[in-house]
């Protein structure tokens, strides 16, 4: 079992900039990628950033160029090897505002777009709830 727990959320200004942190946990025999999702009020929750094992980052468009998505160790890009996740944010603009999750996926099925699926992920966080105001 993972377990996944999110903070560094809160309420910014169009425009500005927050952190969130994944903390995992929990004794593992295998190795697991992670990656964020985010859902808005009224939407489906969708792929934001996920890491690969060789360190490649994802991104979905919306996101690419303010959003950065790093480990805790910048030469290990799994879980257990890795404990926390980071998403950085940038330029936060208002349709930006969604609960953000962390999620794991056993790494043997991280490829194509292993980040971008919602219903393929073994193990989510809570969340952590992201406002932006105009």
């Known amino acids: 079992q993972v377990q996944l727990v999110e903070s560094g959320g809160g309420s910014v200004q169009s425009g500005g900039s927050l952190k969130l942190s994944c903390a995992a946990s929990g004794n593992v025999d295998r190795n697991y990628c992670l990656g964020w999702f985010r859902q808005a009020p009224g939407k489906q929750r969708e792929g934001v950033a996920g890491?690969?094992?060789?360190?490649?980052?994802?991104?979905?468009?919306?996101?690419?160029g303010r959003f950065t998505i790093s480990p805790d160790n910048a030469k290990n890009t799994l879980y257990p090897q890795m404990n926390t996740l980071y998403l950085e944010m940038n330029s936060l603009k208002p349709e930006d505002t969604a609960m953000y999750y962390c999620?794991?996926?056993?790494?043997?099925?991280?490829?194509?777009?292993?980040?971008?699926?919602?219903?393929?992920?073994?193990?989510w966080g809570k969340g952590t709830l992201v406002t932006i105001a105009s």
């Open positions: 890491i690969e094992a060789d360190g490649r980052r994802k991104y979905a468009d919306s996101v690419k």
């Open positions: 999620a794991a996926l056993a790494s043997e099925h991280c490829s194509g777009s292993w980040w971008r699926s919602e219903g393929g992920m073994d193990y």
